[in-house]
T-cell receptor, first 115, second 115 residues
Framework: DVKVTQSSRYLVKRTGEKVFLECVQDMDHENMFWYRQDPGLGLRLIYFSYDVKMKEKGDIPEGYSVSREKKERFSLILESASTNQTSMYLC??????????????FGPGTRLTVL | AQSVSQHNHHVILSEAASLELGCNYSYGGTVNLFWYVQYPGQHLQLLLKYFSGDPLVKGIKGFEAEFIKSKFSFNLRKPSVQWSDTAEYFCAVIPFSGGYNKLIFGAGTRLAVHP
C-alpha cells in the first residue's frame, strides 16, 4: 500500500511565525502535491512538484513556498503565518501515468491553527 | 475558468435509501473523472475513476458513477446506503489543457446516514 505521512496531525502557531509542514511518501512517486482543504471550497492546489528540486505553482501559492530536496519528501513553508492560513493541509503523491491518469494518494492531513 | 460543481453540500439519508450525488464540470474537451471519499478521521481515498470506455464505472463498496458527456456530468450512485457510508465525497476532474494536467476538486458533499 502507498503510504503518505505528514509530520503533524495538529499544529498551533502564532501570527508571523515561520511554519514547516513535512510530507513523506514511500512509493518512489515522481509527483507530490500540497493542497489546502476548507469547508465549502473543497481542495485547492497550493504547489506541486514533478521532480526533485522542481516545483510549480498551483492555484493559491501566495504566502507559501515549497522545497523538494529528496524524491520522497516535500515540504510546505509558510514564511510568515497569518490567521487566514488556518486550514487543513493535505499532501498527496502520484506516479505520472499517461496524461491525466495518475491517481493521487493522500496523507492524513495537518490541521493548522494560526492564532 | 475550469470548475467542478457538486450540487448538494449536505445530504441526510436513512440506511437502505438510495444515493445519488451530482457532479458537473465546466470543460468542453477531454477529461478524466474521479470520486474521492473522506471518512471521519481518515485519509482522502479514491472511490472510483473514469478514463475511457464504458461510461458506467464501478468502484469500491458498491458505488458506481455514470459519465454523461453531453451533460458534462459524473454522478455518483449507490442503491442502498449503510451507516458506514457517512463521509464527505469529492468529485474531481483532470481537464486536458496542455502542460501538467491538474486535478480540480469540487466543494464536496457531506453525507450523513442514520441507522
Amino acid at each position: 500500500d502507498v503510504k503518505v505521512t505528514q509530520s503533524s496531525r495538529y499544529l498551533v502557531k502564532r501570527t508571523g511565525e515561520k511554519v514547516f509542514l513535512e510530507c513523506v511518501q514511500d512509493m518512489d512517486h515522481e509527483n507530490m502535491f500540497w493542497y489546502r482543504q476548507d469547508p465549502g471550497l473543497g481542495l485547492r492546489l497550493i504547489y506541486f512538484s514533478y521532480d526533485v528540486k522542481m516545483k510549480e505553482k498551483g492555484d493559491i501559492p501566495e504566502g507559501y513556498s515549497v522545497s523538494r530536496e529528496k524524491k520522497e519528501r516535500f515540504s510546505l513553508i509558510l514564511e510568515s503565518a497569518s490567521t487566514n492560513q488556518t486550514s487543513m493541509y493535505l499532501c498527496a503523491s502520484s506516479d505520472p501515468g499517461l496524461a491525466g491518469t495518475d491517481t493521487q494518494y493522500f496523507g492524513p492531513g495537518t490541521r493548522l491553527t494560526v492564532l | 475558468a475550469q470548475s467542478v460543481s457538486q450540487h448538494n453540500h449536505h445530504v441526510i439519508l436513512s440506511e437502505a435509501a438510495s444515493l445519488e450525488l451530482g457532479c458537473n464540470y465546466s470543460y468542453g474537451g477531454t477529461v478524466n473523472l474521479f470520486w474521492y471519499v473522506q471518512y471521519p478521521g481518515q485519509h482522502l481515498q479514491l472511490l472510483l475513476k473514469y478514463f475511457s470506455g464504458d461510461p458506467l464505472v464501478k468502484g469500491i463498496k458498491g458505488f458506481e458513477a455514470e459519465f454523461i458527456k453531453s451533460k458534462f456530468s459524473f454522478n455518483l450512485r449507490k442503491p442502498s446506503v449503510q451507516w458506514s457510508d457517512t463521509a464527505e465525497y469529492f468529485c474531481a476532474v483532470i481537464p486536458f489543457s496542455g502542460g501538467y494536467n491538474k486535478l480540480i476538486f469540487g466543494a464536496g458533499t457531506r453525507l450523513a446516514v442514520h441507522p
